[in-house]
């Protein structure tokens, strides 16, 4: 049933980076995403009793520490040009 | 008693379970930026609690460590750097609000089907410790070395990119 739990989280993660409007609460649900796929790969590490998925889980902490580490840098510098955090105030971003 | 501890004990999974979940529709849901940290937090600490209930101790603690100890520190300070400075942050939802929850309620009904009719048994509940921290060693650095070392090379771009940045923010304030 836990994954019943992880598909939630997964989705309302992404619900979030879709709606919401603040960049460092996009982050912030891209955040909650990974820690759904990490709750995901526990429950089935936890169901084979192996230690693939807590392998799997380490990777995913290491992609999300670097993640946050590149992308708050990259939002400082954006809201040192805009002086905003809004999203729709980026979107000459789109070339 | 044993019976009652191991009822206690699912009580407990699920509890945490649920207050994960109500954590993660709270931070849709406030409007402050640091109150969207602040539920993400405790989303976190939930989940930790799910994973040290499950019997999978270390990751309970990395978990709790790095996520809310290094992530959500790093998170917090930015918010308190760019907040004050920023009137438009208060608005809460874009333009796409509609088109998100639509794209949520498929997405997450997609998913329950799918686990459903397809995939494997969920565990029944809470079980002793399956495999431990010396386990987990010895698989990672012996079978998945190679893995090992390409974080750390994933690790290294990171730092790489953020001098990068730093760089490019001097460079226009001088310029």
Known sequence: MLQFVAASLFAL???????????????????????AVNLSLVTYAHAMGSTVGAVLVFLVFVVATAEIAVAIPIVLLLVR?????????????KG | MSG????FDTILLWTFAGGALASAVLMLVLRQPMRVAMALITCMV????VYGMLGVHFIAAFQVLIYVGAVMVFMVYAIMLLDPRDETA???YSKFLWPGIIGFVLLAEALAVGYWNDLPQAPRGPAGEIFGIADFSKAFLSDYWLHFELTSVLLLVAVVAALAVIKENRRQERG
Do not use: P, Y
């Open chain 1, 81 to 93: 040009r805009k002086k905003t955090l809004d999203i729709e105030s980026f979107s000459d971003l």
């Open chain 2, 4 to 7: 009652f501890l191991a009822s």
């Open chain 1, 13 to 35: 993660g992404l619900a979030g980076v879709i709606i919401r409007r603040n960049v460092l609460v996009m982050l912030m649900c891209m955040e909650l995403m990974l820690n």
């Open chain 2, 90 to 92: 208060t608005a809460r």
């Open chain 2, 46 to 49: 939930f989940l930790g609690g």
